[in-house]
């Protein structure tokens, strides 16, 4: 039985648009339209076969969050296969690969009931290992060499835009912070919107009464930005978790979260990077969980890695990035490399799954 309201036609060519903005702007007209139509193509097979798939019985949630998953893993990675130097003739049985690996073990995962987080851990985690195992098959044909295998190997279009995304929010948060001393001098500054909108415009965050008007006042950014960041994720989570997480805020601070988790639509409504980076100072405060999990994070890691050899291991992490080594050696001195407590974690996650 088809999935009633999955459109996946329209819902691919809807991303396939969206992707056309974000494609470097370096780049020649083939090399734009490879990419835009090869993120058109696989969301359109992806989404088609799981309409079609009488076994699984996802729903329209499920099927449109798969469908999400490939189109953006497509984009990224034909975006590294560009920058890689690898010639065109070679970029669909490597696209093909990466898709088919996402497409199976996001349907096994999905059909599991794992955490959404679990599933994107996993999902990054063969993606990287097909990647890495076609450039090896490439070069063990002939068809490249070891140099080229390199430096294609360390492409990574979504680590660059997570880099991007942390230099923009820190220039943000002195922007931030230079409007507030200015605030202190008594100097006017211009309107801001109570929340950041989602890119290509939009509308605030809250429509139709959703906070007092004293209380938008109040919780001017970036506390405003933490609150509705909370609301997204205890949106996704049981009422017991979500009881057990607000109760660590104070009363004010917990009725705003909870009126904000009732607005329909929140999710459209805001920046993804900015409230990705609110989360993780969010985990960063909430007292005794950090250090209780940066404990863990580490112990985990030192358990799987203390009984390789040195020099193998510095192998093993040769094509990693420097962030992931220092996390990996210094856990073996029972420290806790500096990054957030949710990049750790997929980092943790990945090690664990390779080694």
């Not at 990466?98 to 063969?126: C, R, S, Y």
């Not at 490249?144 to 943000?172: C, H, P, R, T, W």
């Not at 904000?260 to 990705?276: H, I, Q, R, S």
Request: charged share 25%; glycine share 4%; with cysteine.
């Amino acid at each position: 039985m088809a999935i009633q309201g999955f459109d996946y036609k329209e819902f691919a060519k809807n991303l396939a648009s969206q992707a056309t903005e974000l494609v470097p702007k370096d780049f020649d007209a083939n090399q734009r339209a490879y990419i835009t139509s090869t993120l058109l193509n696989f969301a359109t097979l992806a989404g088609e076969a799981l309409y079609n798939d009488e076994e699984s019985n996802f729903n329209a949630d499920q099927a449109v969050m798969i469908t999400q998953i490939i189109a953006e893993w497509s984009f990224h990675k034909s975006v590294d296969l560009v920058r890689s130097g690898i010639p065109q003739q070679y970029w669909d049985p490597i696209m093909q690969k990466i898709a088919f690996t996402i497409f199976e073990i996001a349907k096994q995962t999905f059909k599991q009931e794992l955490p959404q987080d679990q599933i994107l851990q996993l999902i990054e985690h063969h993606v990287k290992k097909a990647w890495l195992d076609a450039i090896a098959e490439l070069k063990d044909k002939g068809m490249i060499d070891e140099g080229l295998m390199e430096y294609a190997s360390k492409q990574s279009n979504i680590d660059q835009m997570m880099q991007e995304m942390q230099e923009s929010g820190e220039a943000q948060q002195a922007q931030q912070a230079q409007q507030q001393a200015q605030q202190a001098q008594n100097v006017p500054q211009p309107a801001q919107a109570q929340v950041p909108q989602a890119q290509g415009g939009g509308v605030p965050a809250v429509q139709g009464g959703g906070v007092p008007s004293n209380t938008k006042d109040k919780y001017a950014p970036p506390k405003l930005l933490k609150m509705v960041s909370l609301a997204l994720l205890l949106k996704r989570m049981d009422e017991e978790n979500v009881q057990s997480i607000l109760e660590r805020f104070d009363q004010d601070v917990a009725g705003t979260v909870i009126k904000y988790m009732f607005v329909d639509g929140l999710e459209e409504k805001v920046d993804p990077t900015l409230t990705m980076k609110c989360l993780d100072e969010i985990a960063e405060n909430i007292p005794g969980a950090t250090e209780i999990n940066k404990k863990r994070l580490v112990q985990g890691v030192k358990e799987v890695v203390q009984g390789i050899p040195k020099p193998k291991l510095d192998k093993m992490l040769q094509l990693e990035r420097q962030n992931v080594r220092r996390f990996v050696f210094n856990a073996l001195e029972d420290e806790y490399y500096d990054m957030s407590v949710r990049i750790a974690n997929i980092v943790a996650t990945y090690i664990k799954s390779s080694v």
